[in-house]
């Protein structure tokens, strides 16, 4: 298994990469703001299903296989971008609708905003090099190299999953106290779903740059 001088030292650099405000910060506070507090964890938590398959991919040697290959890595860039964007519009959209709604097919939404932020999470380009360059500069040669990259994943995503549904908690719940103001609550959800749809762009600008 990974050393304990190694396994501070990933341990610290997560901490960097994941508490410092980055896209996931802004992905997730932006759906806090158009879904509230709730469907925002649930967002943190499909995101991090979806990066959990770029550190097994990682870990068995597939995710070198991608960024080998300058087509397949640009269009997975592009597919995320272009997904955030769709998002970002589409709650724009539905930005003045009831902020309550029924519990009618609640499983079905769940189910719904699991599979967006999945595809969010799969196809971040920036874990995916994250782990590529990470890994390897942690890995004791004299142990199964698979299991400590298994390892140093599931650390990195109890830490994001933790650090990334405070943000959502508290993005959610200020989202609440402006429910008395529908106009407030208007703005409010119109500018998480700008931020979303700007932050596709920025990864779409990178994804050509």
């Known amino acids: 298994m990974l050393t304990t001088a190694n396994l501070l030292g990933f341990l610290a650099l997560a901490l960097v990469i994941i508490i410092v405000p980055g896209p996931s910060v802004v992905f997730t506070i932006g759906r806090a703001l158009v879904l509230g507090p709730g469907p925002a964890v649930l967002s943190v938590a499909g995101n991090v299903l979806g990066v959990g398959v770029q550190i097994i991919a990682v870990a068995l040697g597939a995710g070198a296989i991608v960024v080998a290959s300058p087509p ?67 890995v004791d040669p004299g142990s199964d190299p698979v299991l400590q990259m298994l390892f140093m994943g599931l650390i990195f995503s109890v830490i994001g999953f933790f650090s990334d549904s405070l943000w959502a908690v508290a993005a959610g719940y200020a989202r609440h106290w402006f429910a008395d103001s529908g106009k407030r609550l208007v703005v409010l959800r119109g500018s998480g779903a700008l931020a979303l749809a700007l932050l596709g762009a920025y990864m779409l600008v990178s994804a050509f740059s």
């Open 72 to 138: 397949l890595f640009f269009a997975i860039k592009v597919l995320g971008a272009g997904f955030l964007i769709y998002l970002g519009l589409s709650a724009f959209r539905h930005r003045a609708d009831p902020l309550e709604v029924s519990t009618e097919g609640a499983k079905p939404k769940t189910l719904h905003i699991m599979r967006q932020s999945f595809v969010v999470g799969i196809t971040n380009a920036k874990t995916l090099v994250f782990f590529l360059a990470a890994f390897p500069q942690f």
